[in-house]
């Protein structure tokens, strides 16, 4: 074995005995100890104890090779960083990165999840499934805490069996009162890293790393990081800490090139981790020129040794094609690798596969069973999935309650999407009970991150004040956030505020900016309103040819509204050529919507002949499908087929009854016929009735009802047909 010159072999010698020795499970024969060291094992004497190690504890500790300890097979993976201690070969399983389902490995972009992989090794700082050594429990391993123990039990008579060392030694060291034991231990591995000592030098660097036993301080752990990566011989492990500490700016300036010349020194070492995370390094541009090839090649030789990380980073090259030719199937096969090894991520991009039939046979059951495996794991957006699942009954029977769980599982894990379903759950009453208020909540916690359509649900819901009290300025905040997002509901709902001024200053020229916006991804309601904007010159110079054009977008995708008034552009002649036969077509296809005002127009059409052929009969269904949704003028126009029996079976009960709805509402021609009426059966009293009817008529300022109603009743389609022109929300 080969040292420092003035060195002595130290913790590295040790340790490479204790990789070459444990390849069996079978305890070796215990090697002799040093008088002291047997006198303190018999007598189990603390001063005994310190005094054999200050004669030379980093060189005796070697000589016992970790016989006799009963040490954990855990640590036998202490060679030199990832190489076997004997043969120099790269062990494809020691790797420091974070655990399978860290955050940091590539997910799906179709899935909102953008490609990125953290520098790796942050997960591996946890004490919970770290794979790399902690030397910062060596001293206590190899202080005298368990031949002390072993030199009581002498004493006492009992076995000196070897014995395990405490999973917590530090802790058992507190309870027997060692501390000049511990302090002697620092005080030589310091002694030691100060010689050069690479495996020495290591374990200051945990303990400032991890703060135990010291003030946490990454600089300093930095600092001896670098003393140990610069030796010859060094563990590849120390490369790939140090590339961490500049990769993440831990104790040293942030610096991605300096991250990449360690990484690459570890990764050519064959340190998987190290080689994943020079893999993301060329993915991404950081500290080298972006070249996806290379980045492949490196997920490619970590993901060889099997890091679950990198055969899913891999999968997710062969996916977009990045650095290699797209394959789907080698992506799923990949994806399928990291999978069985339990990785989170790439059992849900594998559920994705199969959900897609992206390198495999689509199979919505596989795409659950993948998706549920990572939502168990904690995976948010596998529990997203597998909540769209259950609404949408892919793979598994259709069931809104599981489906607003596991929306609820990923909602609490942060995930936007959920979160807005989650919300829209309970706006909709689907899985569980009617809640505006939660909804509300939900909608909001979505829209705080950014998600354009939880942002327009609540405008909605502060524009029509449920969840809370209304609130157009509220609701204005949130639908422009959504609007400058490019979300087109929002951009037109926005710009019916501007026209209306509702919660915002009343400014056309803004209305018809939003409009536009979204009328130019095809909303519909939005194309509809930029038509009204040019057809009234609000906003814009009156124009009705443009106004034709932006209401012909909006028909053409079956808005019912934009129908009927581009069918009453025919029949006026505004924009276009006028032509009655064209302005029925339009009221037909909005009537048949059930829109009432072009069932009334259409009925006009029937009545007069105009654009087709007289019928009644028709006339008399259209104004009755259009009564029936309260359209006055429909029931003035229906009472009236019963007064005459046009197009129905005559009918004097049926004719008032209609006319007095009509009346009811307004209509002054239905309330002159009803005086007509009242005025042939009320002659005794003078026709009070029908006076007062008269004159509720005549304050409606119809210049024909005093005089002649009866001149009005054979009125066509035009005037009353249109439809308000007020604003269309979305």
Same mark, same amino acid.
């Given at each position: 074995?080969?040292?420092?010159?003035?060195?002595?072999?130290?913790?590295?010698?040790?340790?490479?005995?204790?990789?070459?020795?444990?390849?069996?499970?079978?305890?070796?024969?215990?090697?002799?100890?040093?008088?002291? *060291?047997?006198?303190?094992?018999?007598?189990?004497?603390?001063?005994?104890?310190?005094?054999?190690?200050?004669?030379?504890?980093?060189?005796?500790?070697?000589?016992?090779?970790?016989?006799?300890?009963?040490?954990?097979?855990?640590?036998?993976?202490?060679?030199?960083?990832?190489?076997?201690?004997?043969?120099?070969?790269?062990?494809?399983?020691?790797?420091?990165?974070?655990?399978?389902?860290?955050?940091?490995?590539?997910?799906?972009?179709?899935?909102?999840?953008?490609?990125?992989?953290?520098?790796?090794?942050?997960?591996?700082?946890?004490?919970?499934?770290?794979?790399?050594? #902690?030397?910062?429990?060596?001293?206590?391993?190899?202080?005298?805490?368990?031949?002390?123990?072993?030199?009581?039990?002498?004493?006492?008579?009992?076995?000196?069996?070897?014995?395990?060392?405490?999973?917590?030694?530090?802790?058992?060291?507190?309870?027997?009162?060692?501390?000049?034991?511990?302090?002697?231990?620092?005080?030589?591995?310091?002694?030691?890293?100060?010689?050069?000592?690479?495996?020495?030098?290591?374990?200051?660097?945990?303990?400032?790393?991890?703060?135990?036993?010291?003030?946490?301080?990454?600089?300093?752990?930095?600092?001896?990081?670098?003393?140990?990566?610069?030796?010859?011989?060094?563990?590849?492990?120390?490369?790939?800490?140090?590339?961490?500490?500049?990769?993440?700016?831990?104790?040293?300036?942030?610096?991605?090139?300096?991250?990449?010349?360690?990484?690459?020194?570890?990764?050519?070492?064959?340190?998987?981790?190290?080689?994943?995370?020079?893999?993301?390094?060329?993915?991404?541009?950081?500290?080298?020129?972006?070249?996806?090839?290379?980045?492949?090649?490196?997920?490619?030789?970590?993901?060889?040794?099997?890091?679950?990380?990198?055969?899913?980073?891999? /999968?997710?090259?062969?996916?977009?094609?990045?650095?290699?030719?797209?394959?789907?199937?080698?992506?799923?096969?990949?994806?399928?690798?990291?999978?069985?090894?339990?990785?989170?991520?790439?059992?849900?991009? *594998?559920?994705?596969?199969?959900?897609?039939?992206?390198?495999?046979?689509?199979?919505?059951?596989?795409?659950?069973?993948?998706?549920?495996?990572?939502?168990?794991?904690?995976?948010?957006?596998?529990?997203?999935?597998?909540?769209?699942?259950?609404?949408?009954?892919?793979?598994?029977?259709?069931?809104?309650?599981?489906?607003?769980?596991?929306?609820?599982?990923?909602?609490?894990?942060?995930?936007?999407?959920?979160?807005?379903?989650?919300?829209?759950?309970? #706006?909709?009453?689907?899985?569980?009970?009617?809640?505006?208020?939660?909804?509300?909540?939900?909608?909001?916690?979505?829209?705080?991150?950014?998600?354009?359509?939880?942002?327009?649900?609540?405008?909605?819901?502060?524009?029509?004040?449920?969840?809370?009290?209304?609130?157009?300025?509220?609701?204005?905040?949130?639908?422009?956030?959504?609007?400058?997002?490019?979300?087109?509901?929002?951009?037109?709902?926005?710009?019916?505020?501007?026209?209306?001024?509702?919660?915002?200053?009343?400014?056309?020229?803004?209305?018809?900016?939003?409009?536009?916006?979204?009328?130019?991804?095809?909303?519909?309601?939005?194309?509809?309103?930029?038509?009204?904007?040019?057809?009234?010159?609000?906003?814009?110079?009156?124009?009705?040819?443009?106004?034709?054009?932006?209401?012909?977008?909006?028909?053409?995708?079956?808005?019912?509204?934009?129908?009927?008034?581009?069918?009453?552009?025919?029949?006026?002649?505004?924009?276009?050529?006028?032509?009655?036969?064209?302005?029925?077509?339009?009221?037909?296809?909005?009537?048949?919507? /059930?829109?009432?005002?072009?069932?009334?127009?259409?009925?006009?059409?029937?009545?007069?002949?105009?654009?087709?052929?007289?019928?009644?009969?028709?006339?008399?269904?259209?104004?009755?499908?259009?009564?029936?949704?309260?359209?006055?003028?429909?029931?003035?126009?229906?009472?009236?087929?019963?007064?005459?029996?046009?197009?129905?079976?005559?009918?004097?009960?049926?004719?008032?009854?209609?006319?007095?709805?009509?009346?009811?509402?307004?209509?002054?021609?239905?309330?002159?016929?009803?005086?007509?009426?009242?005025?042939?059966?009320?002659?005794?009293?003078?026709?009070?009735?029908?006076?007062?009817?008269?004159?509720?008529?005549?304050?409606?300022?119809?210049?024909?009802?005093?005089?002649?109603?009866?001149?009005?009743?054979?009125?066509?389609?035009?005037?009353?047909?249109?439809?308000?022109?007020?604003?269309?929300?979305?």
């Amino acid at each position: 074995m080969t040292t420092r010159p003035g060195a002595s072999p130290g913790f590295r010698g040790l340790l490479a005995g204790w990789a070459a020795g444990a390849e069996s499970e079978r305890p070796r024969a215990a090697t002799p100890a040093p008088p002291a *060291l047997a006198r303190a094992r018999r007598q189990g004497s603390v001063t005994d104890a310190v005094a054999w190690l200050s004669s030379g504890a980093a060189s005796r500790m070697a000589e016992l090779g970790g016989a006799g300890l009963g040490l954990p097979l855990g640590y036998s993976q202490l060679g030199t960083a990832g190489r076997n201690a004997e043969t120099g070969e790269p062990r494809p399983g020691v790797y420091a990165a974070g655990p399978p389902g860290s955050d940091q490995a590539a997910r799906r972009p179709e899935e909102g999840v953008a490609f990125s992989a953290d520098l790796g090794g942050q997960a591996g700082d946890s004490e919970e499934g770290r794979e790399d050594i #902690d030397f910062a429990r060596l001293p206590d391993v190899f202080s005298l805490l368990s031949l002390v123990s072993a030199g009581e039990g002498a004493a006492e008579g009992r076995s000196q069996a070897p014995l395990r060392v405490p999973k917590k030694p530090r802790a058992v060291a507190r309870r027997r009162n060692l501390p000049e034991v511990r302090a002697e231990l620092k005080r030589c591995c310091r002694e030691e890293a100060g010689q050069g000592g690479v495996a020495a030098q290591y374990e200051p660097a945990g303990r400032y790393r991890h703060g135990r036993g010291t003030d946490k301080g990454e600089v300093k752990a930095a600092e001896w990081y670098a003393q140990a990566a610069e030796q010859e011989p060094v563990a590849a492990q120390f490369q790939f800490q140090l590339g961490n500490s500049y990769g993440l700016g831990r104790g040293v300036k942030q610096d991605y090139a300096r991250a990449v010349v360690w990484y690459t020194r570890a990764a050519e070492q064959g340190y998987a981790a190290a080689q994943y995370n020079l893999g993301v390094c060329y993915g991404q541009g950081q500290g080298v020129a972006q070249d996806y090839a290379r980045a492949a090649e490196w997920y490619r030789r970590a993901a060889d040794q099997g890091h679950a990380t990198a055969q899913s980073s891999l /999968g997710l090259c062969y996916e977009q094609g990045r650095g290699v030719k797209q394959d789907y199937a080698r992506a799923a096969e990949w994806y399928r690798r990291a999978a069985a090894r339990g990785h989170a991520v790439a059992q849900y991009n *594998l559920g994705v596969c199969y959900a897609q039939g992206q390198g495999v046979k689509q199979d919505y059951a596989r795409a659950v069973i993948w998706y549920r495996r990572a939502a168990e794991q904690g995976e948010a957006t596998a529990q997203y999935n597998l909540g769209v699942c259950y609404e949408q009954g892919q793979g598994v029977r259709q069931d809104a309650a599981r489906a607003a769980e596991w929306y609820r599982r990923a909602a609490a894990r942060g995930h936007a999407a959920a979160q807005y379903n989650l919300g829209a759950c309970y #706006d909709q009453g689907q899985g569980v009970q009617q809640d505006y208020a939660r909804a509300v909540f939900w909608y909001r916690r979505a829209a705080e991150q950014g998600e354009a359509i939880a942002q327009y649900y609540l405008g909605v819901r502060y524009d029509q004040g449920q969840g809370g009290r209304q609130d157009c300025t509220q609701a204005v905040l949130w639908y422009r956030r959504a609007a400058e997002q490019g979300h087109a509901a929002a951009q037109n709902n926005l710009g019916v505020h501007c026209a209306q001024g509702q919660g915002v200053g009343q400014d056309y020229a803004q209305a018809v900016l939003w409009y536009r916006r979204a009328a130019e991804q095809g909303h519909a309601a939005a194309q509809y309103n930029l038509g009204v904007c040019y057809d009234q010159g609000q906003g814009v110079e009156q124009d009705y040819a443009q106004a034709v054009l932006w209401y012909r977008r909006a028909a053409a995708q079956g808005h019912a509204t934009t129908q009927l008034q581009l069918g009453l552009k025919y029949a006026l002649g505004e924009g276009v050529v006028q032509d009655q036969t064209a302005a029925v077509e339009w009221y037909t296809r909005a009537a048949e919507q /059930g829109n009432a005002v072009a069932q009334y127009c259409l009925a006009g059409c029937f009545k007069s002949g105009m654009g087709v052929d007289q019928d009644e009969a028709q006339a008399a269904r259209w104004y009755k499908l259009a009564a029936e949704q309260s359209h006055a003028g429909a029931q003035r126009e229906l009472g009236l087929c019963y007064e005459h029996g046009t197009g129905v079976a005559s009918s004097r009960a049926l004719a008032v009854q209609w006319l007095t709805r009509a009346a009811e509402q307004g209509d002054a021609e239905a309330q002159c016929r009803l005086g007509c009426y009242d005025s042939e059966t009320d002659m005794a009293s003078g026709g009070a009735r029908a006076v007062e009817l008269h004159t509720e008529a005549a304050e409606q300022l119809d210049e024909h009802a005093a005089s002649a109603p009866g001149d009005l009743f054979g009125r066509g389609p035009g005037r009353e047909a249109e439809p308000p022109r007020g604003c269309v929300l979305a």
